[in-house]
T-cell receptor
Framework: DAKTTQPTSMDCAEGRAANLPCNHS???????VYWYRQIHSQGPQYIIH???NNETNEMASLIITEDRKSSTLILPHATLRDTAVYYC????????????FGTGTRLTIIP | NAGVTQTPKFRILKIGQSMTLQCTQDMNHNYMYWYRQDPGMGLKLIYYSVGAGITDKGEVPNGYNVSRSTTEDFPLRLELAAPSQTSVYFC??????????????FGDGTRLSIL
């Protein structure tokens, strides 16, 4: 599975859009980009995933560049409850079953 | 729809004791997983199962056992608890989709201390 690089921490004002970047320059053609978050010590929460097209659901939007070497998770209207560690994970369509969680980005929403 | 439910939420064990961490899901997911997360670290896969009656080792299986007699339940057994097994344990499940691109959904964890 491709390695990902994320900023260690970010701040965002409450009510604004939070844009979390992720670099995955070694991604291969069959690898998906997944985003999870972990609030305090709760279980990881699935947010969104995609292959090459931009994706949107009720929680967030995922923008994947045309070359697929990077992506951005967008939380459109951040609230204090969005304060968490956000993980970008790249994983193949077939192969081993583990999810490799890196160090993630600690997002703090500022009131 | 409760999702993935783990019990107990907290437990303290003495060295050498045994216990079973329970995990059940009501989403009819085929795949189930056990991870452990040590403080400040990422998750490590212990065991997983692709369906009832089938289990496979993950990255760190030593000291643990699992079984999968039903689709819903995937208990994790510690036979001889050791201090190195102090951790937070997460259970997850997912649908069998095309390839393996269906996301995993996690429970809230069991915090286990071995003293």
């Amino acid at each position: 599975d491709a390695k990902t690089t994320q900023p260690t921490s970010m701040d965002c004002a409450e009510g604004r859009a939070a844009n979390l970047p992720c670099n995955h320059s070694t991604i291969s053609g069959n690898e998906y980009v997944y985003w999870y978050r972990q609030i305090h010590s709760q279980g990881p929460q699935y947010i969104i995933h995609g292959l090459k097209n931009n994706e949107t659901n009720e929680m967030a939007s995922l923008i994947i560049t045309e070359d697929r070497k990077s992506s951005t998770l967008i939380l459109p209207h951040a609230t204090l409850r969005d304060t968490a560690v956000y993980y970008c994970i790249v994983r193949g369509n077939f192969g081993n079953e583990k999810l490799t969680f890196g160090t993630g980005t600690r997002l703090t929403i500022i009131p | 729809n409760a999702g993935v439910t783990q019990t107990p939420k907290f437990r303290i064990l003495k060295i050498g004791q045994s216990m079973t961490l329970q995990c059940t899901q009501d989403m009819n997911h085929n795949y189930m997983y056990w991870y452990r997360q040590d403080p400040g670290m990422g998750l490590k896969l212990i065991y997983y199962s692709v369906g009832a009656g089938i289990t496979d080792k993950g990255e760190v299986p030593n000291g643990y056992n699992v079984s999968r007699s039903t689709t819903e339940d995937f208990p994790l057994r510690l036979e001889l608890a050791a201090p190195s097994q102090t951790s937070v344990y997460f259970c997850a499940s997912r649908l069998r989709g095309q390839g393996s691109n269906q996301p995993q959904h996690f429970g809230d964890g069991t915090r286990l201390s071995i003293l």
